[in-house]
Structure formats: structure tokens, C-alpha cells
């Protein structure tokens, strides 16, 4: 991984007080400027007792090589057979634009089914969880991120605060033009059949930064676990590099 700068303190503030990360729709222009700061999103210090919902129901096991027939929504159906955590982007690796910030899709990790806001079947994978993390998450600044959150989010605790926290701001526009986005690379910290962490690297204004996304196996697809603190992200750090990342299209 890339060496963590801790100089001004900036990335290791909740995401929704940093001053350079506006998710998706106002990534661009916040960070390039360096100018905007949110207000902070936290309705106070987060209960150190709350967790995710104990009743969540575990989803089913997937077979060695496939998912079983009955794992998955209608009409979704992957190849899982590659268990690996990823080295190299997908050859099938494409930009695809929702708002201001266009995300990875693939045809063979997913997303393969696009539902207005909602974008799912990502394929049962080390690479297709990393594909979820970048398209789930960059659907919370626009208008129509409560289905988002409601279908692609863990339930329990966590995701009630921050569907709370998004509630207060305003959605930002979808006016994105740009072909490529400033995501940059990625890398699969962890992986097993039920939980992946996958961390994500950014390109801003020439600087680097990243941050981690813990992913679940839920329901037969990857959903986005929520932090304690009611955030998607585990936090924000500078980096010196992409070394140790995997650079998407690359």
C-alpha cells in the first residue's frame, strides 16, 4: 500500500466531513478546489453498543465453481469459478457513467443487470466484490439513493444511521461528462464467500488517496456493510502511489 501522509490530519476525518470527498456527484469539483467542506453528518458520538442487525439472516453458501441455482435473483447469473483475488483489471473492464464520477463495470464480475439507480448481480468473486464497492457506493449523492441503500446496503443499525446522516444533505445533480473517472486503482484486502474488504484508490488533483469498503455476501450479491459510525467507508488516508494497488484498466 501506498505511504499514509498524516500531515494536515485531513483524510482520516469521517467522509462526510471531508472537505475533498463529496461522494460522486461533487467529487470533481470539491477536491480539485480543495475549497468545500460538509457539514459534518454525525447526529452525535455513535453508540459504541450498536452493531449491524443480529437477525440478519445469513445468505446461502455458494458452490465451488458456480452459484446454486436458487443463490441468486431472477434473471442473474454469473461465472464464479475465479477465486482469486485479482491482480490485473478485467480484460472486460469498462467506464459506465451514473452521475459525475463514471465507475468499473464488467461484463463477466458485474454489474450486469442496471436498474435505474440500482445496478446489481456482480459475480461471486474477489473481483466482482471489488466491482460492488465502486458502484454501490457511488450512487449515495444523487436522487434515488434511498432504493440504493435499501437494496444493495446491510440492514440493521448502521445503515439506519446512515440513511438518517444522507437524509439531511441535498442530492447533487447527474451532469457528468468526463471518460474516465478518478477512480484508480483498487485492491481485495480480504475475501471469503461471505465477506470481502476491498480497498479503493483515488486519483485527486494529481494526489492519491484511499480508503475501504467491507462488503457482504447477502441475498445472492455483494452488499455494502456499514461502519459503526454510519459511514460506507472505513476512512480516508493519502497515499504515496499506486504501488500495491491493482490500476483499473490496466
Same mark, same amino acid.
Given at each position: 500500500? +501506498?505511504?499514509?501522509?498524516?500531515?494536515?490530519?485531513?483524510?482520516?476525518?469521517?467522509?462526510?466531513?471531508?472537505?475533498?470527498?463529496?461522494?460522486?456527484?461533487?467529487?470533481?469539483?470539491?477536491?480539485?478546489?480543495?475549497?468545500?467542506?460538509?457539514?459534518?453528518?454525525?447526529?452525535?458520538?455513535?453508540?459504541?453498543?450498536?452493531?449491524?442487525? #443480529?437477525?440478519?439472516? #445469513?445468505?446461502?453458501?455458494?458452490?465451488?465453481?458456480?452459484?446454486?441455482?436458487?443463490?441468486? #435473483?431472477?434473471?442473474?447469473?454469473?461465472?464464479?469459478?475465479?477465486?482469486?483475488?485479482?491482480?490485473?483489471?478485467?480484460?472486460?473492464?469498462?467506464?459506465?457513467?451514473? +452521475?459525475?464520477?463514471?465507475?468499473?463495470?464488467? %461484463?463477466?464480475?458485474?454489474?450486469?443487470?442496471?436498474? +435505474?439507480?440500482?445496478?446489481?448481480?456482480?459475480?461471486?468473486?474477489?473481483?466482482?466484490?471489488?466491482? %460492488?464497492?465502486?458502484?454501490?457506493?457511488?450512487?449515495?449523492?444523487?436522487?434515488?439513493?434511498?432504493?440504493?441503500?435499501?437494496?444493495?446496503?446491510?440492514?440493521?443499525?448502521?445503515?439506519?444511521?446512515?440513511?438518517?446522516?444522507?437524509?439531511?444533505?441535498?442530492?447533487?445533480?447527474?451532469?457528468?461528462?468526463?471518460?474516465?473517472?478518478?477512480?484508480?486503482?483498487?485492491?481485495?484486502?480480504?475475501?471469503?464467500?461471505?465477506?470481502?474488504?476491498?480497498?479503493?484508490?483515488?486519483?485527486?488533483?494529481?494526489?492519491?488517496?484511499?480508503?475501504?469498503?467491507?462488503?457482504?455476501?447477502?441475498?445472492?450479491?455483494?452488499?455494502?456493510?456499514?461502519?459503526?459510525?454510519?459511514?460506507?467507508?472505513?476512512?480516508?488516508?493519502?497515499?504515496?502511489? #499506486?504501488?500495491?494497488?491493482?490500476?483499473?484498466?490496466?
Amino acid at each position: 500500500m +501506498g505511504k499514509r501522509s498524516d500531515s494536515s490530519g485531513e483524510w482520516e476525518k469521517p467522509f462526510w466531513q471531508q472537505r475533498g470527498w463529496i461522494i460522486s456527484a461533487g467529487f470533481l469539483a470539491a477536491v480539485v478546489v480543495l475549497a468545500v467542506v460538509a457539514f459534518a453528518m454525525r447526529g452525535g458520538e455513535s453508540d459504541p453498543s450498536a452493531q449491524n442487525n #443480529p437477525t440478519s439472516r #445469513p445468505s446461502p453458501s455458494a458452490t465451488e465453481g458456480g452459484s446454486q441455482a436458487d443463490d441468486r #435473483p431472477a434473471g442473474c447469473k454469473t461465472d464464479d469459478s475465479d477465486q482469486e483475488k485479482p491482480t490485473k483489471s478485467p480484460a472486460d473492464m469498462r467506464w459506465k457513467s451514473y +452521475g459525475t464520477l463514471p465507475v468499473p463495470v464488467s %461484463a463477466t464480475y458485474g454489474p450486469t443487470k442496471f436498474d +435505474g439507480n440500482v445496478w446489481s448481480c456482480y459475480s461471486h468473486t474477489p473481483t466482482g466484490a471489488a466491482m %460492488a464497492a465502486h458502484a454501490i457506493t457511488d450512487k449515495l449523492s444523487y436522487a434515488g439513493w434511498r432504493d440504493v441503500v435499501e437494496k444493495q446496503f446491510v440492514p440493521g443499525t448502521t445503515r439506519d444511521k446512515l440513511e438518517a446522516d444522507r437524509a439531511k444533505r441535498k442530492d447533487h445533480p447527474r451532469n457528468g461528462t468526463a471518460e474516465s473517472g478518478d477512480f484508480y486503482g483498487f485492491t481485495v484486502m480480504t475475501y471469503s464467500k461471505q465477506q470481502a474488504t476491498v480497498q479503493m484508490l483515488m486519483k485527486i488533483d494529481g494526489q492519491y488517496a484511499s480508503t475501504s469498503v467491507s462488503m457482504k455476501w447477502l441475498d445472492g450479491d455483494w452488499k455494502v456493510e456499514v461502519q459503526p459510525d454510519g459511514s460506507p467507508y472505513s476512512g480516508f488516508a493519502q497515499t504515496s502511489g #499506486p504501488e500495491g494497488f491493482v490500476v483499473w484498466g490496466k
